[in-house]
């Protein structure tokens, strides 16, 4: 049988769940900031706030005078941190993902004997997090202040919508065509749209809150779609739809590229779009559809398809930056695209 054990939740909660619960971990703090890693080795910070505390000061609450049921990790004695996963250890068969926060200065001897207090306490592990000058700290309370200044424009497109709302709403539905190694397929897409607030106040603008795929399409692939339409749906409504539609444009299968819409060259041509997978190719077709919608011309291609449509082949060489086509070649010295004729990097 599976042994029980209690996951760390800290970054689960924070992606999923707003910042709601962090299981048996306390909040670490009422507002912070959060430092992240990114792939160049830079660090970009995060503001956050708890969702507790938050929806409190929503509430008229004092948050400068807390009641003091309001507790987080900072606030308590590493003894605390300990008694409670003492309290929890007999019921888990491994061990306990829960840290024990403590202060920069605090004293070696009493950082050692914390170590000594979980053995006796039976704990099958022991976390614990000592900030440092030398490699710095992850979460940081110095600057939270200052994220938490009052924003003089909200964008509605950003804003969390918490669920559908009741009724009808104007909706978009379109025929997606594209080809595969097993050739021309098809899906249909339904889109809803939410009339929100300008950010001035001054009007209304359409915000694409839910996709959809009808039922009887039930190709192996098309299940995966009709999956991630419901994930996109809760992205669209949670205020970062942009950035889950990049993310899905850079899925990647190993069933061969796939073809949808055109790319228009600088001369006015279309060549067909390649994209690394239906996953990618529909998140296409979703961001042609709301720009359409938006009445401004995509920026990643032409919607429409091209005349003559045939089965993709693989195709050898590097992905073109312009139509996607994994046909970059080498020639006279430059990356040349043997698709859409694109020129790139020389030397």
Known sequence: SHLLSIAPT?????????????????????????????????????????????????????????????????SMPAADHLAM?????????????????????????????????????QLKGLATYRPNAILGSVLDT?????????????????????????????????KIEYWTQEGHQTLYLLVSFLPVPTADGQGTVERAIEFFMPVGQSSESQQWVSSSMRLLSLAARGGFLERALRDMRKVVWDRGPVRMGTHQKADGTHVPMWHDSVVAAIAYAVQTLIAQRAGVTPSSGHPSPVVVQATPGMMPGKKCGECGAHAVIRKDGCDHCTQCGHLGVCG
């Open 142 to 174: 110095g600057a939270a202040p200052e994220a938490a200044a009052p924003v003089t424009a909200v964008d509605p497109m950003r804003t969390v919508i918490e669920s559908r709302p009741k009724g009808a709403l104007p909706a978009v539905a379109d």
């Open 85 to 121: 996963m003492e309290a929890v250890q007999p019921f888990v068969d491994t061990a306990i993902s829960k840290t024990v926060n403590v202060p920069a200065d605090y004293p070696y001897d009493d950082f050692k004997n914390l170590y000594q207090q979980a053995w006796r306490a």
């Open 10 to 74: 800290g970054t689960v909660s924070l992606a999923f769940a707003d910042n709601a619960s962090n299981g048996i971990e306390p909040p670490f703090s009422w507002m912070y900031r959060r430092k992240k890693r990114e792939a160049d080795g830079s660090t970009t910070d995060y503001a956050v706030e708890d969702h507790a505390w938050r929806l409190y000061r929503e509430l008229g609450g004092d948050v400068a005078h807390l009641p003091e049921y309001f507790v987080n990790a900072l």
